[in-house]
């Protein structure tokens, strides 16, 4: 499975991004999808998740402010973020998990890693 993630950016406090990736490489439609994010001197952390049959799951810090959706006839993930905080400034990755049937939290499980996209949001 290839991931690219993009539509990061710089964007001010209270503004919005979404973020998109594409996978390729096995049946997008039959895994689970997730966005993770790191940002310096911190370890990487969930942010949201997306079973195969569209189920959802957000970290406390982000639900009601990011929606996590999928096409899979693109074979594409997205990340919608609105209300950004400076905060949500880190590199966000987007990871596929071909094992679990349940949108997961748990980034050791994953399988497949995008290469992140920069968000920055300023003050």
């Known amino acids: 499975v290839q991931l690219q993630a993009s539509g990061g950016g710089l964007v001010q406090a209270g503004g919005s991004l979404r973020l998109s990736c594409a996978a390729s490489?096995?049946?997008?439609?039959?895994?689970?999808m997730g966005w993770f994010r790191q940002a310096p001197g911190k370890e990487r952390e969930f942010v949201a998740a997306?079973?195969?049959?569209?189920?959802?799951y957000y970290a406390a810090s982000v639900k009601g402010r990011f929606t996590i959706s999928r096409d899979n006839n693109k074979n594409t993930v997205y990340l919608q973020m609105n209300s950004l905080k400076p905060e949500d400034t880190a590199v966000y990755y987007c990871?596929?998990?071909?094992?679990?049937?349940?949108?997961?939290?748990?980034?050791?499980?994953?399988?497949?890693w995008g290469q992140g996209t920069q968000v920055t949001v300023s003050s």
């Open positions: 490489g096995r049946t997008f439609s039959s895994y689970s």
């Open positions: 997306i079973s195969w049959d569209g189920s959802t």
């Open positions: 990871a596929a998990d071909l094992h679990s049937d349940y949108a997961n939290p748990v980034v050791s499980e994953y399988d497949y």
